[in-house]
């Protein structure tokens, strides 16, 4: 018999090349070549019960390099996850459970969804966090409640991604000790050989960022060493651990060791040579050895006996700390504190007129009392974004004087992407509802995690200010044009731009209910004055009628800044005998979930809208049958000149309004809601 890691070992390479061929797509080169590092990692260090895969304290493991999930598919089998063998053989089909790459919504056992390099160990940095955060919070001597290590497999791409540099940069800032990463530095990426492209020492970079970084030369059956190597990365307690394990990409392949066997199935007479060489029979496939199954099942018991020892330790923490316990057991099950919503400040016109950044930070003031799992921070913008509040405490290595990990409050540094990815890892643990903040127009920096967070139906708020050409002398590299449109193209993502205190509050009441989407705020650095007839529950229909007259000519539609001035332009076109209806939009997305009764009773049939805002028209041709807005990146000058110069004046406002209406006295007008179909 051979040895069972070998064995094991073998097996995964063979089972993955089978998984791979039968849907004549996929990539088996990684999982042929990580299939000792992962072995060994799932059979002698995680912790996990696959009878219940959301165990608060289970380990967490990231495949970074998500295109060679069969790996991951083909170990969640043999454990005994809710992945069948026919789940195996569906890969990369319709409805399959194991799609072509990691999904956190679909398969069992998946941490975060991964795919596009480098989102995974900035994911796995989140994870980190999130547990050194939670074991501060919640353990006491003699009760680690929450006790466990985020693992991370990860490739040359994702070192090449630079997202990757900014999680991992962060990481090392903050002394993460119980994050291991292993490096699959198997020389090959898509285009050829790394000496193309990726000559870079990564141990020296990564020591650089202050990680402890080890070396396993033989990551293909040099199983004593990877453990070894996993072992000793564990006794270092204050660094992140990065370990370079040498594989070779495809191992067993006729075509191993290069990039010919990353990304294609191997063909008929390389499988049976592989599955020969390997000492199984090249008539079978999907087979998996008694043996082997024996062993993985023997890890099964052992995960499912280490939480039954867990809940015992949990019966008597709840009866020593029984508030802790309960506090506890509502963040784990996703429930929000009873009434934290009336924490949410309320306003009125005769409140003075503020910014809706600072509007935000009030909100937040309240929001971080009430709701003790937030957590977030800035990209550097602290006191731009006005995202700290009063109370707020680092969270930071207590060796460094700066904090402690019971801190919530994130000090990302000038890292947008990471921030955004590190936030989704932060709320796949569970327990938490991360926001981070930057400048709206640098969102665009994000735009590949904040999607993530719209595909793994995360709840990540994102706290944008400076959110259009109000911003002023700053210029055009920092005012958004596009911005706002291409995120609300994004699906399962909520977009709001308030435009008064109750509009702010409301954007984040619905961002907080919505538990499986991420939202983003869009927040003016001027001053705004508190409307009449705003309210947090309007806000939460998305549009509504702010100000209203009998019959209307003309219904004026505007988010954020430009609904004052619509608030202006109506009075002008009053002074003149012209009724307009005045309609807040401040969430395209929340409006389009109404009813249709609803939708026509804010844009009534036969009154034609004008729709207004700082931004691209582009997506209001859906509510709209006249926009105003940008057609060209903005300039540097104080806000008031910008606005004159760009044509969003209640004065423009009027004059199109009064143009639009003549028009269409006698031209049909379009009705843009009803839809026979």
Request: proline residues 5%; negative net charge; contains cysteine.
């Amino acid at each position: 018999m051979q040895d069972i890691d070998i064995l094991s070992a073998n097996t995964i390479r063979v089972l993955a090349a089978d998984t791979v061929k039968k849907a004549n797509s996929g990539h088996p080169g990684a999982p042929m070549g990580c299939a000792a590092m992962a072995h060994v990692l799932f059979t002698k260090f995680m912790k996990f019960n696959p009878k219940n895969p959301n165990w608060l304290t289970r380990d967490r493991f990231v495949l970074s390099n998500g295109h060679g999930c069969a790996l991951q598919y083909v170990l969640l089998h043999l454990l005994g996850y809710n992945v069948t063998m026919d789940d195996l053989k569906s890969f990369r089909q319709m409805d399959s459970i194991c799609p072509g790459h990691p999904e956190n919504f679909m398969t069992e056992g998946i941490e975060v969804t991964t795919g596009p390099l480098g989102q995974g160990i900035a994911n796995a940095v989140g994870l980190a966090m999130a547990e050194a955060n939670f074991a501060a919070t919640f353990n006491r001597e003699g009760f680690p409640i929450v006790d466990n290590y985020t693992y991370t497999i990860l490739g040359d791409g994702c070192l090449q991604e630079g997202v990757s540099a900014e999680a991992a940069s962060l990481a090392g800032h903050l002394k993460l000790g119980k994050l291991i990463a292993l490096y699959d530095d198997n020389k090959i990426q898509i285009d050829g050989s790394t000496e193309v492209a990726f000559t870079e020492d990564v141990c020296q970079r990564f020591e650089a960022y202050g990680w402890h970084t080890l070396s396993v030369e033989d990551g293909d059956y040099g199983f004593e060493a990877i453990e070894k190597a996993i072992a000793e990365a564990k006794k270092v307690t204050d660094k992140p651990t990065l370990i370079k394990i040498r594989t070779v990409i495809g191992c067993g392949s006729l075509l191993q060791g290069s990039e010919k066997v990353h990304g294609a199935p191997l063909s008929n007479d390389d499988l049976a040579q592989l599955k020969s060489k390997f000492g199984f029979d090249p008539a079978q496939s999907f087979f998996v050895p008694q043996e082997v199954k024996d062993f993985y099942s023997s890890v099964q018991k052992r995960g499912s006996q280490c939480e039954d020892e867990w809940n015992v330790l949990f019966e008597k923490y709840s009866a020593q700390y029984p508030e802790l316990a309960q506090e506890l057991k509502r963040r784990v099950l996703n429930e929000l504190p009873a009434g934290w919503e009336d924490a949410l400040p309320r306003y009125t016109p005769a409140d003075p007129a503020v910014a809706t950044r600072k509007l935000s930070e009030i909100a937040l003031n309240k929001i971080a009392e009430a709701v003790p799992e937030l957590v977030g921070g800035s990209a550097d913008l602290t006191h731009s974004n006005l995202t700290r509040w009063k109370t707020a405490v680092d969270f930071q290595h207590e060796s460094t004087g700066l904090g402690s990990y019971a801190g919530r409050y994130i000090r990302f540094g000038v890292r947008e992407h990471g921030m955004a990815a590190i936030c989704n890892g932060i709320a796949a643990y569970g327990g938490f509802i991360p926001f981070c903040s930057t400048f709206l127009n640098f969102i665009s920096y994000a735009l590949g995690a904040s999607r993530l967070s719209a595909l793994s139906h995360l709840r990540v708020i994102y706290v944008m200010t400076h959110d259009s050409i109000g911003l002023g002398e700053d210029g055009p590299t920092h005012q958004p044009i596009e911005t706002l449109a291409s995120l609300r193209a994004t699906p399962n993502t909520l977009v709001f731009r308030p435009a008064d205190g109750n509009e702010v509050s409301g954007a984040y009441l619905a961002a907080i209910q919505n538990k499986h989407r991420p939202s983003v705020l869009a927040l003016s650095r001027q001053n705004l004055p508190h409307l009449e007839g705003s309210s947090i529950e309007n806000t939460l229909k998305g549009a509504y009628v702010l100000s209203d007259v009998p019959e209307p000519e003309i219904v004026l539609v505007a988010t954020g800044s430009e609904v004052s001035i619509c608030v202006e332009a109506a009075k002008e076109l009053a002074a003149s005998g012209v009724k307009a209806r005045i309609v807040s939009m401040p969430s395209m997305e929340l409006f389009d979930q109404q009813e249709l009764a609803y939708k026509e009773s804010v844009f009534p049939r036969n009154v034609p809208v004008l729709s207004v805002e700082a931004m691209t028209t582009f997506g209001w041709g859906k509510y709209a049958h006249a926009s105003i807005g940008m057609t060209t990146f903005g300039a540097s000058a104080p806000a008031g000149q910008l606005y004159e110069r760009f044509g969003i004046t209640s004065a423009a406002i009027a004059q199109k309004s009064v143009k639009m209406i003549e028009f269409y006295k006698t031209e049909p007008l379009p009705h843009l809601l009803a839809r026979p179909f």
